[in-house]
């Protein structure tokens, strides 16, 4: 590719040149990146790199030349050099330095060619900027003018002393425009809206006058319009409307019912819960907003493929618009296959799952949805099927409604859909986890969660009722003695991982409450400046310790005395987490985040331990990348602690979790190739960070808990390298990460970058040994769907 780009003038004529330089002189820089971006984009260079140059000329040249038929539609061509380019180039910029208040602007260019590589210079002759010395308005309509002097005048972008520029000029007419489609003038179009120029005066002065007119066709004055009868119809099917002239025919078969009439042709929809997001009520003051509302909130109940307002004037010759709302039906149900394939050098393994959705399921945009979800994992050996090893198995199933409102009992909660559209979820699900010769579990979940929009970039999530029934068994047998190595692995793995395999083994229950909160959510996928922030706080056992307090209960966990709920001991504690993050636009497609993930598990009062499915982790595709999920931690922890291989194999995936999870991670976005295979593929580079740790007492290996004083050394640090194929509604991702730091080890040791470049094989060997199955990979790929965060 990078022999292919670097001769693009091999392909050419002759007599062409290929633009390796633009230069623009003389501007100010403060407008020099704006200028730049008129020149035309067939001559802009193609960068640095070229790479969309390279991608061309790998499948359009023939026969050392350029194809002029059948040209793949890869990459981008080279910017051949054209004389009408330039110029137009050259009269593009100096109209646009007259916007800016150059208007004695004066733009030359000139072309230097060596070697069928030509540069260009623009050179400007800006003179001095005209400024506004006054600004007067000319409004006739006394409640225009009102309305104006209200509402646009004290945030004028137009204003006196500062450089003429034609863009505030276009700022404030569409400020007017909108303004007054706010306040009831219906028929208010831009066109109103002109300006005077009087530049013939000294000194660069420039005199600006406002019009707003009156409408040519009338001899009176603007007119406000109130909202009058509504008419909303929901057509028969997905196809549509079909009939013509179909309104005056149900208007006369259907009489309005609160100044709205409601007709659903489909008769899949009850009314109320599609009424209710009509922002466009009788009597009220024409608004555009209310329109642009009652799109939104129509389109995000996610049960119409087509929203259409419409407007009729009155009859009756009244200031009265009638809205016509025209709802064209989506099909209602879906189903969903999903499948997932992790691996590394030493595992392997899969995930399917099947969801069917229902986006009607009881004819007021319920969303109902029902998933069935099984995957296992197994362990990588040389010379045998890749599941001859299956060391994991998952199964679920599970079950949620939505309903686009928030449904309190015993409280008259007011309509809050004017920031978004609010939900109400109720879920439930069944979670069966095997660990082979480990443990085996089942998790009962049921939840109702309550989600709204505060404003448009403030998200909040309650979930009042979270009520978990887990049932755990231990697999591990240390009584059978017909296998001694087995049996003496098993003594070994309850040795070393008590802690976790205790909590493994539990049958309890969990009655918590929920709650999220989230900023700029809803600008994750721009390209611009802003901090996102996330936090979680999960609290379980306050309500249920206060009434078995009151039934005369102990809780003392240490002496094996807990309350207990149904003949259960239930769970106790606190779950706090937060994910904050820094997005910095570079311009372009190039972007920079910083990220910081942090959360912690605290048991307390009827508790002694976290809920196992309640600990953190580390690593995977949107942590510390160069380690599998679940591979890294906690602490200073090391596989090898476990001297049989037989144990280290049975303890895979559950002694390397933690009550408390720090990650960081920095990433540098870039795009590669503007046009691949129908999208843009994108660049990433990354540094990750971070770890596991436990806080809690009675973990048997001492290396797990968290010491600030140590925390260099207790540090993971790895890097990579990204690809993004974004392809407008999906965004595939492929991320190579590479091991740099490895807190498992002691020392120097820890920097295992060093043995990537020297020594690995040996490294790779010694490890293998004392680590045995365990296999070390410096590299660990990582593939998924959407940004890592």
């Given at each position: 590719?990078?022999?292919?780009?670097?001769?693009?003038?091999?392909?050419?004529?002759?007599?062409?040149?290929?633009?390796?330089?633009?230069?623009?002189?003389?501007?100010?820089?403060?407008?020099?990146?704006?200028?730049?971006?008129?020149?035309?984009?067939?001559?802009?260079?193609?960068?640095?790199?070229?790479?969309?140059?390279?991608?061309?000329?790998?499948?359009?040249?023939?026969?050392?030349?350029?194809?002029?038929?059948?040209?793949?539609?890869?990459?981008?061509?080279?910017?051949?050099?054209?004389?009408?380019?330039?110029?137009?180039?050259?009269?593009?910029?100096?109209?646009?330095?007259?916007?800016?208040?150059?208007?004695?602007?004066?733009?030359?260019?000139?072309?230097?060619?060596?070697?069928?590589?030509?540069?260009?210079?623009?050179?400007?002759?800006?003179?001095?900027?005209?400024?506004?010395?006054?600004?007067?308005?000319?409004?006739?309509?006394?409640?225009?003018?009102?309305?104006?002097?209200?509402?646009?005048?004290?945030?004028?972008?137009?204003?006196?002393?500062?450089?003429?520029?034609?863009?505030?000029?276009?700022?404030?007419?569409?400020?007017?425009?909108?303004?007054?489609?706010?306040?009831?003038?219906?028929?208010?179009?831009?066109?109103?809206?002109?300006?005077?120029?009087?530049?013939?005066?000294?000194?660069?002065?420039?005199?600006?006058?406002?019009?707003?007119?009156?409408?040519?066709?009338?001899?009176?004055?603007?007119?406000?319009?109130?909202?009058?009868?509504?008419?909303?119809?929901?057509?028969?099917?997905?196809?549509?409307?079909?009939?013509?002239?179909?309104?005056?025919?149900?208007?006369?078969?259907?009489p309005a019912f609160r100044g709205?009439?409601?007709?659903?042709?489909?008769?899949?929809?009850?009314?109320?819960?599609?009424?209710?997001?009509?922002?466009?009520?009788?009597?009220?003051?024409?608004?555009?907003?209310?329109?642009?509302?009652?799109?939104?909130?129509?389109?995000?109940?996610?049960?119409?493929?087509?929203?259409?307002?419409?407007?009729?004037?009155?009859?009756?010759?009244?200031?009265?618009?009638?809205?016509?709302?025209?709802?064209?039906?989506?099909?209602?149900?879906?189903?969903?296959?999903?499948?997932?394939?992790?691996?590394?050098?030493?595992?392997?393994?899969?995930?399917?799952?099947?969801?069917?959705?229902?986006?009607?399921?009881?004819?007021?945009?319920?969303?109902?949805?029902?998933?069935?979800?099984?995957?296992?994992?197994?362990?990588?050996?040389?010379?045998?099927?890749?599941?001859?090893?299956?060391?994991?198995?998952?199964?679920?199933?599970?079950?949620?409604?939505?309903?686009?409102?928030?449904?309190?009992?015993?409280?008259d909660i007011p309509m809050m859909?004017?920031?978004?559209?609010?939900?109400?979820?109720?879920?439930?699900?069944?979670?069966?986890?095997?660990?082979?010769?480990?443990?085996?579990?089942?998790?009962?979940?049921?939840?109702?969660?309550?989600?709204?929009?505060?404003?448009?970039?403030?998200?909040?999530?309650?979930?009042?009722?979270?009520?978990?029934?887990?049932?755990?068994?231990?697999?591990?047998?240390?009584?059978?003695?017909?296998?001694?190595?087995?049996?003496?692995?098993?003594?070994?793995?309850?040795?070393?991982?008590?802690?976790?395999?205790?909590?493994?083994?539990?049958?309890?229950?969990?009655?918590?409450?929920?709650?999220?909160?989230?900023?700029?959510?809803?600008?994750?996928?721009?390209?611009?400046?802003?901090?996102?922030?996330?936090?979680?706080?999960?609290?379980?056992?306050?309500?249920?310790?206060?009434?078995?307090?009151?039934?005369?209960?102990?809780?003392n966990p240490s002496a094996g005395?807990?309350?207990?709920?149904?003949?259960?001991?239930?769970?106790?504690?606190?779950?706090?987490?937060?994910?904050?993050?820094?997005?910095?636009?570079?311009?372009?497609?190039?972007?920079?985040?910083?990220?910081?993930?942090?959360?912690?598990?605290?048991?307390?009062?009827?508790?002694?331990?976290?809920?196992?499915?309640?600990?953190?982790?580390?690593?995977?595709?949107?942590?510390?990348?160069?380690?599998?999920?679940?591979?890294?931690?906690?602490?200073?922890?090391?596989?090898?602690?476990?001297?049989?291989?037989?144990?280290?194999?049975?303890?895979?995936?559950?002694?390397?979790?933690?009550?408390?999870?720090?990650?960081?991670?920095?990433?540098?976005?870039?795009?590669?190739?503007?046009?691949?295979?129908?999208?843009?593929?994108?660049?990433?580079?990354?540094?990750?960070?971070?770890?596991?740790?436990?806080?809690?007492?009675?973990?048997?290996?001492?290396?797990?808990?968290?010491?600030?004083?140590?925390?260099?050394?207790?540090?993971?640090?790895?890097?990579?390298?990204?690809?993004?194929?974004?392809?407008?509604?999906?965004?595939?991702?492929?991320?190579?990460?590479?091991?740099?730091?490895?807190?498992?080890?002691?020392?120097?040791?820890?920097?295992?970058?060093?043995?990537?470049?020297?020594?690995?094989?040996?490294?790779?060997?010694?490890?293998?040994?004392?680590?045995?199955?365990?296999?070390?990979?410096?590299?660990?790929?990582?593939?998924?769907?959407?940004?890592?965060?």
């Open positions: 590719m990078i022999l292919a780009g670097c001769s693009s003038t091999r392909y050419i004529e002759d007599y062409q040149s290929i633009v390796k330089k633009v230069k623009i002189d003389s501007i100010d820089k403060n407008l020099e990146e704006e200028a730049e971006d008129y020149i035309q984009k067939d001559i802009r260079p193609a960068g640095k790199l070229g790479l969309n140059v390279q991608i061309y000329n790998l499948f359009n040249t023939k026969n050392g030349k350029y194809k002029t038929s059948n040209i793949k539609p890869l990459g981008t061509p080279p910017p051949i050099l054209d004389s009408n380019l330039v110029e137009i180039s050259r009269n593009q910029i100096e109209k646009f330095l007259k916007t800016k208040g150059y208007f004695n602007a004066k733009v030359k260019s000139k072309i230097e060619v060596a070697k069928q590589k030509a540069t260009l210079t623009f050179t400007a002759e800006q003179g001095s900027p005209f400024l506004i010395n006054s600004f007067q308005q000319h409004i006739p309509d006394s409640a225009v003018k009102a309305v104006y002097d209200e509402y646009i005048k004290p945030r004028t972008a137009i204003i006196e002393g500062t450089r003429y520029d034609e863009d505030s000029l276009v700022v404030e007419r569409d400020r007017i425009y909108h303004t007054m489609r706010e306040h009831g003038y219906y028929d208010f179009v831009r066109p109103y809206v002109r300006y005077v120029q009087d530049s013939n005066q000294n000194n660069s002065r420039v005199a600006v006058n406002l019009y707003i007119d009156n409408p040519l066709d009338s001899t009176t004055k603007h007119r406000v319009y109130t909202i009058g009868e509504t008419n909303l119809i929901i057509a028969p099917s997905s196809d549509g409307f079909v009939e013509e002239g179909l309104l005056d025919s149900l208007k006369a078969a259907k709205l009439r409601y007709i659903d042709l489909s008769k899949k929809f009850r009314r109320n819960p599609i009424t209710r997001y009509d922002f466009l009520r009788e009597g009220d003051v024409f608004d555009i907003q209310n329109e642009t509302l009652t799109y939104d909130r129509l389109y995000q109940l996610n049960v119409f493929k087509n929203v259409r307002i419409e407007y009729n004037k009155a009859k009756d010759s009244s200031n009265k618009v009638e809205p016509v709302i025209l709802l064209i039906p989506q099909k209602r149900m879906s189903n969903r296959i999903e499948g997932e394939i992790p691996f590394n050098d030493g595992t392997v393994g899969f995930t399917l799952s099947n969801t069917y959705t229902n986006n009607n399921f009881l004819k007021g945009a319920e969303r109902f949805q029902f998933q069935i979800k099984g995957g296992l994992q197994s362990r990588r050996s040389e010379g045998k099927s890749i599941f001859s090893d299956i060391y994991q198995r998952d199964f679920s199933v599970s079950a949620s409604l939505s309903v686009p409102r928030l449904m309190v009992p015993f409280m859909g004017k920031n978004g559209m609010p939900f109400t979820t109720f879920s439930t699900s069944y979670q069966y986890s095997l660990q082979k010769d480990v443990t085996v579990r089942r998790i009962f979940t049921n939840s109702v969660t309550y989600d709204w929009v505060e404003t448009k970039s403030k998200l909040h999530s309650l979930t009042p009722l979270n009520i978990e029934y887990r049932s755990g068994r231990i697999l591990i047998d240390t009584l059978d003695e017909s296998d001694i190595d087995k049996n003496n692995a098993n003594k070994e793995l309850l040795k070393n991982n008590s802690y976790n395999i205790r909590i493994l083994g539990r049958q309890d229950f969990t009655l918590g409450i929920k709650y999220a909160y989230s900023l700029n959510a809803d600008k994750l996928l721009e390209n611009r400046n802003f901090i996102y922030f996330r936090g979680n706080m999960e609290v379980a056992g306050n309500l249920l310790q206060g009434i078995t307090s009151l039934l005369g209960q102990e809780h005395q807990y309350g207990k709920v149904f003949g259960l001991p239930f769970n106790q504690y606190i779950r706090p987490e937060v994910d904050f993050r820094w997005y910095k636009s570079l311009g372009g497609f190039r972007q920079f985040v910083a990220r910081l993930n942090a959360g912690v598990g605290y048991a307390y009062g009827n508790s002694d331990a976290m809920p196992f499915d309640k600990l953190f982790y580390a690593g995977g595709s949107s942590g510390v990348r160069a380690w599998q999920a679940r591979t890294l931690g906690p602490g200073n922890y090391n596989r090898s602690v476990i001297s049989s291989a037989i144990a280290r194999n049975a303890a895979f995936g559950i002694d390397q979790l933690g009550q408390m999870r720090i990650e960081g991670n920095l990433e540098y976005r870039y795009l590669l190739i503007n046009k691949f295979l129908g999208g843009k593929l994108k660049g990433a580079a990354f540094v990750d960070f971070g770890n596991t740790w436990n806080i809690a007492p009675g973990n048997p290996q001492p290396e797990t808990y968290f010491k600030f004083d140590e925390l260099d050394k207790q540090i993971a640090i790895g890097t990579g390298l990204g690809l993004r194929m974004d392809v407008q509604f999906f965004v595939f991702r492929f991320d190579l990460g590479l091991k740099v730091k490895d807190p498992q080890f002691r020392g120097a040791d820890q920097w295992v970058i060093n043995k990537f470049f020297s020594g690995g094989k040996e490294f790779k060997a010694q490890y293998a040994i004392t680590n045995n199955p365990d296999v070390y990979s410096f590299l660990q790929y990582n593939f998924g769907i959407g940004f890592p965060f």
